[in-house]
């Protein structure tokens, strides 16, 4: 007695799946094998700032002129101005380096806090 309660239970649960049937993939349908890993990409080399230069500069005179820098050196195409601070029409490794020099001088004095105004 104890096992036909269990067993008729068991049977009113299984009778639902019992019915159902699972569908079977259409016959057109193709298996595709799995596809192996796609290889590591390597990551991008760093280009400094010497090697832009070079590149840009394709005169190769040393002088980095504005639509040299807009093909081949984006940073100094955007401040090209404010790198060419005497004007010239070009700017050169020494005046990128001050400039860069500079603007991480003004960004650390700005991130300086500020000390308290004297207590009187």
Known sequence: MRLILPM???????????????PSPPATASVTPP????????PHPHVTMDERFTKANTTHDGHLTLAQAKLGYAMVAKH????????R???TEDDI????????????TAQQPTAPPPKT
Do not use: C, N
Not at 97 to 108: F, G, I, M, Q, T
């Open 8 to 22: 008729a239970a068991l049977a009113l649960l299984a009778a639902p799946v019992h019915g159902q049937t699972v």
């Open 35 to 42: 596809t192996a890993p796609a290889a590591p990409v390597a």
């Open 80 to 87: 090209f101005t404010e790198i060419d601070a005497k004007g």
């Open 89 to 91: 029409g070009y700017v």
């Open 97 to 108: 380096h001050a400039w860069e020099k500079a603007e991480r001088d003004r960004h650390h």
